[in-house]
């Protein structure tokens, strides 16, 4: 993934409770000095942004929600210069303990390249303006940090990181933003959020009370109803049956976009066919990945399982057979949910059980999958387009250079014979100050290129020093090659070069 910026960091030394994993368990190597950098994923509907809105954030972190193999991010997915580091690589980070290399973009590269000292490491953190303040509560530091042997697993550990609210004087306000979107409401809630809860249940016709009153009976009934008209729970028993929680949230946002009231005081039930311009992939998956599925070790319909493993399959999360058991599908699983912090261990009472956080985020996830899937194929063209265009300029470029020469010959002088002994001294074969004179230097200087290419043999053969077609191509190609790396190199393009 390449990002024209990334939001910079200061990481804390944190003292966290690491008491379930050790330092000597990871197989540490030698110290390694990291220059480290981290970004993180805009959403709709965030309180602030750093750069204004949406459009511009999502911008500023280029495809920000699919990394280079165009797999879904996780947290503390690492770029890194992968000549040094492949895919796969486990660091030991000290605040976190233990970060993947999934990553890389051109920025990011090996010590002093770019002037920098260390290694080059850039972390994805996680999503909304929570991760926002939390990037620009730190800078750019350089650290110590340690590869791992690949068979550690990630964790993370974040109880102790205090966040800078101050820094919000820099961002941006979402002059749109709306906390029942964003927010998880319940009776202790602000009563300024459960106002405009109440608000937008009373325009969908499931709240019909006082609407400046507090989280009351006439609240929890209004979200169960709204819940079960749109199928997020199917009975009073259901995990978050009463509370406004993360799929009504996502679906309450998709409503919300849709502009749409009740009417006759008749409940809105959402119609997945209703699609706005900005959620069509979204709106599409909720119609795939609705709460109806629930999988768990004891009770996983073979099509349900079969669905999940498509989805993972098609985010390269899954590579086994799609077979439709339980057990083929349970590890994934599991590690899906840890690394989007549904759960906090493998031991966790809810690991393995397919329903309610897992589906909402599951949702959210294939859906960029799937509209990134789109992004690519247009960034590609757009992208095999400049690649055409610096192609085209470089041949024609070099033509014209390579035809202002002629074909000189000893004691020629002249502009021709200049543009010779430059072109010889961008290849590090003439290394004198450039004369306009055709004489034993240049003479020389040439004859030497032309051996070192098998253009001749020795410098008594035929065509020794002779500016002949051979020479002349030979010239071409690697002109070429360094003016397409330069100006690869000027639009930051140089990493798509095939």
Known sequence: MKKVLSYVVIFNVLFLNLSFFTFQTAKASTPVCFTITAYYSPIENQEYYAHWDIIKEKRMNWQWVAWSGWK?????????PLSKYPLGTKIYIEWVWVGEVADKWSAIVEAWERWYDCDRLDIWMWYWDEWLKKAWTWWKPTVTWYIVDN????????????????????????????????????QNSDIKDIEQLHIFLYQLGYYKWNIKTKYNKETVKAIYNFQ????????????????????TRVLAFQINNTNIIAKNN?????DSNIISNNNVVENDTLKILSNQIQISPDNAKESDVKKIQNI?????????????????IKDTLISYQVNKWI?????????????????TQLNKDYALVLEKNWDKIEQTKKIEAQLASIKKSVDSRVETHISSIWTPKVWDVGENVRNLQKTLKTLWYFKV?????????TKNSLIKYQMDKWIIKSKEEDGAWLFWPKTKESLKSELAIILETQLLKEKDLLSYKK
């Open 433 to 441: 100050a450039d004369t306009a004179i055709f004489w034993e230097t």
């Open 228 to 247: 079960l008209d749109n199928k997020i729970v199917n009975s009073p028993k259901n995990n978050w049956a009463w509370v406004w929680q993360d799929e």
């Open 72 to 80: 879904p991010v996780f947290a503390w997915m690492i770029a890194a």
């Open 312 to 328: 993972f399959a098609e985010m390269w999360l899954y590579k086994g057979k799609i077979d439709g058991k339980y057990e083929s």
């Open 266 to 270: 008749t409940p809105v039930i959402w």
């Open 343 to 359: 759960i906090s261990s493998k031991n966790s009472s809810e690991a393995g059980y397919f329903w309610g956080k897992t589906t």
């Open 151 to 186: 068979t550690t697993p990630t964790s993370i550990n974040l109880n102790n990181f205090k966040i800078k609210n101050s820094v919000t004087k820099n961002f941006t306000k979402n002059p749109n933003y709306n906390p029942i979107f964003s927010k998880n409401i319940w």
